[in-house]
């Protein structure tokens, strides 16, 4: 059974909207960004999006290259994409729609052989993921900076059980990337 695992980039208050106000200032140039990106999701051969981190990808992704690959890895990979408002038709970039019964789809896509699924952004579908405990593998990219405002990726009710670290990595810039693995409830937290 493939893995569902979520990556996102957060500041250390768990924004993780308006990335462009914060994210850059600790990586020297996109090449280092897209190195790090592509040594941590490759592993992967298909992306989950909702439609605002879809639409939001779609418009910049297509025409971009990079010297380490990270581009080419993007824009081939196949991406299942989230969303009651878009048609097939409204789909390009090697897309396709999962306009209903989102949770049976997706438990289906985590059946089907292949590497593990990679889900980006997408903050409403993954409250949806956790509240059916689809995610198996969450990776918050910590930046360090307080930003005060913005859109928090988890929320008090979002995550139905607890999370053990399972592994740290930490930048010469002072991004730490965590990965947590959930904890089933009565195991506590670790």
Known sequence: ??????????????????????QMQFWNGPDEMARYSKEHITAFDALLLGRVTYQGLSAVWPSMTDDVGYADWINGIPKHVVSTTLDEDDLEWNAELIAENVVDEVAALKQQSGADILLVGSGELLQTLMEHRLVDEYRFIVHPV???????????????????LAETETTDSGVVDLTYEPVEEGEGNQ
């Open 1 to 22: 059974m493939r893995k569902l695992v979520v990556e996102n980039k957060v500041t250390l208050d768990g924004i993780f909207d308006k990335q462009a106000e914060w």
């Open 146 to 164: 307080v930003h005060g405002s913005g859109t928090h990726l988890l929320t008090d009710e979002s995550v139905p059980t607890g999370l053990k």
